[in-house]
T-cell receptor, first 115, second 113 residues
C-alpha cells in the first residue's frame, strides 16, 4: 500500500487552458474525495465518489470542473478554461466504506498556478 | 448546520514547553471530531479522532485531545513541543452524512528553539 498518489504535483498553466489531475486512491478504499485548498484556508469539499458513482458535488464545482472515476479505481479532475481564481492546491483523499468511513487518507496534493 | 472555529491562526511556543491548540465546534447531533496535521509540502495526516467513545483521545506523536460537550470544545494538547511539530493543524467535524468533513481555518504552530 503506497497511500494516495496524485499527479502532477505541480502544474503551471496560462489562463484559458485546460488541466487535468489524476488521483490513485488506496486500493481497498471505495470512497474517493476531491478538495480544494487555498493559502491560509482549510480544505473545501468539491466532490465525492462511492466506487464509480459521483454521489455529491459542491456548489464550488462550477460547470468548468468535471470529475470522473470510470472504473471505481483512479479518478481525474479536469478544469476547463482555467481562471486565475482556480489557483489552489487540489487534494484527493480516499476512505473505506464502512468502519472508519469518515477517516480520510490524503494525497500530497496537486498545486495549480494559473498565470 | 455544523461549523468549526479554530480560535488562533498562529501559536508560537518554545521547544520543550506545552502546546495548546484551541477548537470549538457547533453541531446539532453527536459529532465525530478530528485533528489533522499538514507539514509543508506534505499531505494532510490524521492525528487523532473522537467518535463518542472515551472523551480523552490519544493520537500520534504524543498529541491528545479532550472532547468537552458542555463547552463544545475539542482542544489539542501536547506536554512538550518538538521542533518537528511545526506545521499547520486543522480541527474537523464530520457532518451527519458521515462523508463530508467541515474544516476549521487552521492553526499554524511555530516552535522556537
Amino acid at each position: 500500500d503506497t497511500g494516495v498518489s496524485q499527479d502532477p504535483r505541480h502544474k503551471i498553466t496560462k489562463r484559458g487552458q485546460n488541466v487535468t489531475f489524476r488521483c490513485d486512491p488506496i486500493s481497498e478504499h471505495n470512497r474517493l474525495y476531491w478538495y480544494r485548498q487555498t493559502l491560509g484556508q482549510g480544505p473545501e469539499f468539491l466532490t465525492y465518489f462511492q466506487n464509480e458513482a459521483q454521489l455529491e458535488k459542491s456548489r464550488l464545482l462550477s460547470d468548468r470542473f468535471s470529475a470522473e472515476r470510470p472504473k471505481g479505481s483512479f479518478s481525474t479532475l479536469e478544469i476547463q478554461r482555467t481562471e486565475q481564481g482556480d489557483s489552489a492546491m487540489y487534494l484527493c483523499a480516499s476512505s473505506p466504506t464502512r468502519a472508519g468511513a469518515n477517516v480520510l487518507t490524503f494525497g500530497a496534493g496537486s498545486r495549480l498556478t494559473v498565470l | 448546520a455544523q461549523s468549526v472555529t479554530q480560535l488562533d491562526s498562529h501559536v508560537s511556543v518554545s521547544e520543550g514547553t506545552p502546546v495548546l491548540l484551541r477548537c470549538n465546534y457547533s453541531s446539532s447531533y453527536s459529532p465525530s471530531l478530528f485533528w489533522y496535521v499538514q507539514h509543508p509540502n506534505k499531505g494532510l495526516q490524521l492525528l487523532l479522532k473522537y467518535t463518542s467513545a472515551a472523551t480523552l483521545v490519544k493520537g500520534i506523536n504524543g498529541f491528545e485531545a479532550e472532547f468537552k460537550k458542555s463547552e463544545t470544545s475539542f482542544h489539542l494538547t501536547k506536554p512538550s513541543a518538538h521542533m518537528s511539530d511545526a506545521a499547520e493543524y486543522f480541527c474537523v467535524v464530520s457532518d451527519q452524512s458521515n462523508y463530508q468533513l467541515i474544516w476549521g481555518a487552521g492553526t499554524k504552530l511555530i516552535i522556537k528553539p
